[in-house]
């Protein structure tokens, strides 16, 4: 299986309400990490987490809260977002200290 | 810190090739990746370049020069399907990948 997966593909949400976006991956990598991406720009890179345990966090405001259950699982805990933060989420995987990341298709977040 | 300057958008004849530079300036440079992201989908690796020299992979190769800070990803046989924005990426030490800005290249017929 050298697929990451997504859920949702799309979520609509308020400024008040708490969603969680999912990530799984089953080829074994020790690092996962998320990604924002606005139209037209490049992927940019919010947190990694290196063998489960949370090795970088690009100064992402406190209302997104990442959470790695166990080696397989990433998620993305949302909370109190801002219209700005409308963008596909990205997902990704890697074996440990390699560049080759595999990314997920992406959940595709609208804040209204 | 980091950055990466490539060409914002290309245009090529479908069966022409197609070269696309990227400049960077990165402290403890470890190597060079591509990524290829279609409209609407997610990026997906193309080639990666540590050491100096060229890279091929099918239609696809991947050209690295460290003492120029330079690499480049070119795409021979151009196809309607290659039509996408393409990011190059540097590492560094401990840090993970940062993307170029993309560059979006249209193949026309």
């Known amino acids: 299986d050298t697929e990451v997966t997504q859920t949702p593909k799309h979520l609509v949400m308020g400024m008040t309400n708490k969603k969680s976006l999912k990530c799984e991956q089953h080829m074994g990598h020790r690092a996962m990490y998320w990604y924002k991406q606005k139209a037209k720009k490049p992927p940019e890179l919010m947190f990694v987490y290196s063998y489960e345990k949370l090795s970088i966090n690009e100064s992402v405001p406190s209302r997104f809260s990442p959470e790695c259950p166990n080696s397989s699982l990433l998620n993305l805990h949302l909370h109190a977002l801002q219209p700005e933060d409308s963008a596909l989420y990205l997902c990704?995987?890697?074996?440990?200290?390699?560049?080759?990341?595999?990314f997920g298709p992406g959940t595709r977040l609208t804040v209204l | 810190g980091q950055s990466l300057e490539q060409p914002s958008e290309v245009t090529a004849v479908e069966g022409a090739i197609v070269q696309i530079n990227c400049t960077y300036q990165t402290s403890g440079f470890y190597g060079l990746s591509w990524y290829q992201q279609h409209d609407g989908g997610a990026p997906t690796f193309l080639s990666y370049n540590a050491l100096d020299g060229l890279e091929e992979t099918g239609r696809f190769s991947s050209f690295l020069s460290r003492s120029d800070s330079y690499g480049y990803l070119l795409l021979q046989e151009l196809q309607m399907k290659d039509s996408a924005s393409y990011f190059c990426?540097?590492?560094?030490?401990?840090?993970?990948?940062?993307f170029g800005k993309g560059t979006r290249l249209s193949v026309i017929a």
């Open positions: 990426a540097a590492s560094s030490g401990n840090t993970p990948l940062v």
């Open positions: 990704a995987s890697s074996n440990y200290g390699t560049d080759e990341q595999f």
